[in-house]
């Protein structure tokens, strides 16, 4: 998903490869496209500080709870933009455009894929991460540590599955820190051995490819504004409803008539 810096992209837009400078590697020419749009970038940092934020804040609990809560329903906002941004943003950010079918996978492993953007393997970790993150931060807002923190929509469901929830909350979370770990572990695995670099591109937008390559493959089309907008609107909208701020909010509690002290 690729928006040139600083604007976002028109809807449609081809984005060329850069034929004016051709790096060669090992006597192979090699172009700049535009790989992972603005939206796409902006999304994957944030949830990184997202993730690491709820993981620590989780971790150290007592009076960073409520940081820890605000985390998870940032989490469900920026998975609702992901998703969405999934069927309408441009064309490497589409999950069409990645699904890991057993034949990509099949391919991938035999060393036969040919393709741009995530591998079979990338996509499937992008789908696992996306679900149990989506699982993780929908547990927690029913959660309840029965000492001073509750999930925002807590209160929609009976004591019993609070508590429920909130052991898959807390086994959930051992599932994803394990799939995070091997993530990084892959990005690093792809960074020395394989030779490329997987974190660039999702900082610059860019990748250096081999020119046939880019030559192979259909032009890239970005989101556009409309779709961007679309996505974003969607995803505020659920952090406004899971947030807890439209539920009725319980009356004061009515003032107690302070009982007279005896005077000695």
Same mark, same amino acid.
């Given at each position: 998903?690729?928006?040139?810096?600083?604007?976002?992209?028109?809807?449609?837009?081809?984005?060329?490869?850069?034929?004016?400078?051709?790096?060669?590697?090992?006597?192979?020419?090699?172009?700049?496209?535009?790989?992972?749009?603005?939206?796409?970038?902006?999304?994957?940092?944030?949830?990184?500080?997202?993730?690491?934020?709820?993981?620590?804040?989780?971790?150290?609990?007592?009076?960073?709870?409520?940081?820890?809560?605000?985390?998870?329903?940032?989490?469900?906002?920026?998975?609702?933009?992901?998703?969405?941004?999934?069927?309408?943003?441009?064309?490497?950010?589409?999950?069409?455009?990645?699904?890991?079918?057993?034949?990509?996978?099949?391919?991938?492993?035999?060393?036969?894929?040919?393709?741009?953007?995530?591998?079979?393997?990338?996509?499937?970790?992008?789908?696992?991460?996306?679900?149990?993150?989506?699982?993780?931060?929908?547990?927690?807002?029913?959660?309840?540590?029965?000492?001073?923190?509750?999930?925002?929509?807590?209160?929609?469901?009976?004591?019993?599955?609070?508590?429920?929830?909130?052991?898959?909350?807390?086994?959930?979370?051992? !599932?994803? #820190?394990?799939? =995070?770990?091997?993530? +990084?572990? %892959?990005? &690093?695995?792809?960074?020395?051995?394989?030779?490329?670099? $997987?974190?660039?591109?999702?900082?610059?937008?860019?990748?250096?490819?081999?020119?046939?390559?880019?030559?192979?493959?259909?032009?890239?089309?970005?989101? !556009?504004? #409309?779709?961007? =907008?679309?996505?974003? +609107?969607? %995803?505020? &909208?659920?952090?406004?409803?899971?947030?807890?701020?439209? $539920?009725?909010?319980?009356?004061?509690?009515?003032?107690?008539?302070?009982?007279?002290?005896?005077?000695?």
């Amino acid at each position: 998903m690729s928006l040139p810096s600083p604007s976002l992209p028109q809807a449609d837009s081809a984005a060329a490869p850069d034929l004016a400078a051709q790096p060669r590697v090992s006597g192979l020419a090699r172009v700049r496209i535009h790989l992972w749009d603005l939206p796409t970038r902006v999304f994957h940092w944030s949830l990184v500080g997202a993730v690491l934020t709820a993981v620590i804040t989780g971790q150290i609990g007592g009076d960073w709870m409520p940081v820890h809560g605000k985390a998870g329903v940032a989490i469900v906002g920026l998975v609702v933009f992901r998703l969405i941004w999934g069927f309408i943003g441009s064309t490497h950010s589409r999950f069409l455009n990645f699904v890991p079918t057993p034949q990509k996978v099949l391919a991938y492993l035999r060393g036969r894929w040919d393709g741009i953007g995530h591998n079979p393997i990338g996509a499937l970790s992008v789908f696992a991460l996306l679900g149990l993150l989506a699982a993780q931060a929908g547990t927690g807002l029913f959660t309840n540590d029965d000492i001073a923190f509750s999930g925002p929509l807590a209160v929609l469901v009976s004591d019993a599955l609070q508590s429920q929830l909130t052991g898959l909350h807390h086994l959930i979370a051992n !599932g994803l #820190l394990i799939l =995070l770990g091997l993530h +990084v572990l %892959a990005i &690093a695995f792809y960074t020395w051995f394989k030779k490329d670099n $997987l974190v660039k591109p999702m900082i610059t937008g860019h990748k250096d490819i081999e020119a046939e390559d880019a030559h192979s493959h259909a032009p890239i089309r970005h989101g !556009g504004w #409309l779709a961007f =907008l679309t996505a974003l +609107v969607a %995803a505020l &909208a659920a952090v406004v409803l899971v947030s807890g701020v439209l $539920l009725p909010q319980d009356p004061p509690a009515p003032a107690t008539q302070q009982q007279a002290q005896p005077g000695w």
